[in-house]
């Protein structure tokens, strides 16, 4: 079983920043990976996508210019770099795995999910 497992999360004042990881297998079968979150109450929502092939990315609206999807072939990694924090942004941060070769903002189409981690943004 494929499996993703993200880090990086935690409780961070608003103005700061945060990095989260995202490492698994499923990178070298994934045509696209993805950020999500959920806040308590609210819909999974999408945050951002790559695209393997050729690096190109997507993002909510939300968060654009504000956070960086990255990844490291090399290691395997996928990354968020979230800068600016907003208390909006306290969330359960999710990334996950596509074979569909578009920059999908639908949690649908991700069929590999990681188990999320929390971050949470104090005023």
């Known amino acids: 079983q494929v499996q993703l497992v993200e880090s990086g999360g935690g409780l961070v004042q608003a103005g700061g920043s945060l990095r989260l990881s995202c490492a698994g297998r499923?990178?070298?079968?994934?045509?696209?990976m993805g950020w999500f979150r959920q806040a308590p109450g609210k819909e999974r929502e999408f945050v951002a996508a790559?695209?393997?092939?050729?690096?190109?990315?997507k993002y909510a609206v939300s968060v654009k210019g504000r956070f960086t999807i990255s990844r490291d072939n090399a290691k395997d990694m996928l990354y968020l770099q979230i800068n600016s924090l907003k208390t909006e942004d306290t969330a359960v941060y999710y990334c996950?795995?596509?074979?569909?070769?578009?920059?999908?903002?639908?949690?649908?189409?991700?069929?590999?999910w990681g188990q999320g981690t929390q971050v949470t943004v104090s005023s």
């Open positions: 996950a795995a596509a074979r569909l070769n578009f920059l999908s903002v639908s949690r649908h189409d991700y069929s590999v």
């Open positions: 499923t990178f070298s079968i994934a045509a696209v």
């Open positions: 790559i695209r393997w092939s050729d690096s190109s990315t």
